[in-house]
T-cell receptor, first 115, second 114 residues
Framework: SAVISQKPSRDICQRGTSLTIQCQVD?????MFWYRQQPGQSLTLIAT?????????ESGFVIDKFPISRPNLTFSTLTVSNMSPEDSSIYLC????????????FGPGTRLTVL | AQSVTQLDSQVPVFEEAPVELRCNYS??????LFWYVQYPNQGLQLLLK??????LVKSINGFEAEFNKSQTSFHLRKPSVHISDTAEYFC????????????FGQGTRLTINP
C-alpha cells in the first residue's frame, strides 16, 4: 500500500487567514482526492486532483475557497482560504491504489481549528 | 447519486461478544462497497471491500461483510470482538463506472467494554 504523509498534522488558525495543507505519497499515483471530516460527522469529498489538469470540485465546494495544486504524481496541496470557524475540520488526502483496484488509501489527516 | 446509511451511530458491546454494524446504501447504478476503520487518533484504514465475485468478504483481523444486492446492504460482522477493535467504522460506496469517488456513511462508533 502507498505511504501517505500530510503536513501540518494539526494547526490552529485565526479567522480570515489561509492555510495550505500538503500531501506527499511515496509512489506515483494517478488520482488524488481531498476530503473533509467535520466534527462528529462523516467524510465528504471536496475535490479530485489529477496531475496536469484542473481539480474537479464536488457540489458545495469552490476553487476560490479550496484551491488545489497537483504539480506532479506524488504531491498535492489544498488551501483553505479566508477561514471561518465553520472550516474547523479534519482534512484528509487519499490516493488511488492503482489501476483496476478501485481502492483508496488515506493520509493521517490535518486537524484544523479556526478561532 | 449514491447515499449510505449506517443505522447505528454507537454500538457498545462486551469483549468476546459478537457484533454487527449495519450499512445500507442507495444507488441507481452498480457500486463497489467498502468498510474503513479509524482507530483513535489514527488515519482511515481500509478494512475490507467488495468489488465482485463471492458476496462474502473477510478481513485479516476476523471481520467479514456480506453484500446483499436485493436488500442493498453490506453489514459488517465479527463473531468475537477484542478491546483493540474499539474504533469508528465507516461504510462507503463508489460507482463501478465512476471516477472512484467515495461516498461515506455517517460512521458507527464501536466501543468494546471489558
Amino acid at each position: 500500500s502507498a505511504v501517505i504523509s500530510q503536513k501540518p498534522s494539526r494547526d490552529i488558525c485565526q479567522r480570515g487567514t489561509s492555510l495550505t495543507i500538503q500531501c506527499q505519497v511515496d509512489s506515483q499515483v494517478t488520482m488524488m482526492f481531498w476530503y473533509r471530516q467535520q466534527p462528529g460527522q462523516s467524510l465528504t469529498l471536496i475535490a479530485t486532483a489529477n496531475q496536469g489538469s484542473e481539480a474537479t470540485y464536488e457540489s458545495g465546494f469552490v476553487i476560490d475557497k479550496f484551491p488545489i495544486s497537483r504539480p506532479n504524481l506524488t504531491f498535492s496541496t489544498l488551501t483553505v482560504s479566508n477561514m471561518s470557524p465553520e472550516d474547523s475540520s479534519i482534512y484528509l488526502c487519499s490516493v488511488d491504489a492503482g489501476p483496476r483496484t478501485d481502492t483508496q488509501y488515506f493520509g493521517p489527516g490535518t486537524r484544523l481549528t479556526v478561532l | 447519486a449514491q447515499s449510505v446509511t449506517q443505522l447505528d451511530s454507537q454500538v457498545p458491546v462486551f469483549e468476546e461478544a459478537p457484533v454487527e454494524l449495519r450499512c445500507n446504501y442507495s444507488s441507481s447504478v452498480s457500486v463497489y462497497l467498502f468498510w474503513y476503520v479509524q482507530y483513535p487518533n489514527q488515519g482511515l484504514q481500509l478494512l475490507l471491500k467488495y468489488l465482485s465475485g463471492s458476496t462474502l468478504v473477510k478481513s485479516i483481523n476476523g471481520f467479514e461483510a456480506e453484500f446483499n444486492k436485493s436488500q442493498t446492504s453490506f453489514h459488517l460482522r465479527k463473531p468475537s470482538v477484542h478491546i483493540s477493535d474499539t474504533a469508528e467504522y465507516f461504510c462507503a460506496v463508489s460507482e463501478i463506472q465512476g471516477a472512484q469517488k467515495l461516498v461515506f456513511g455517517q460512521g458507527t462508533r464501536l466501543t468494546i467494554n471489558p
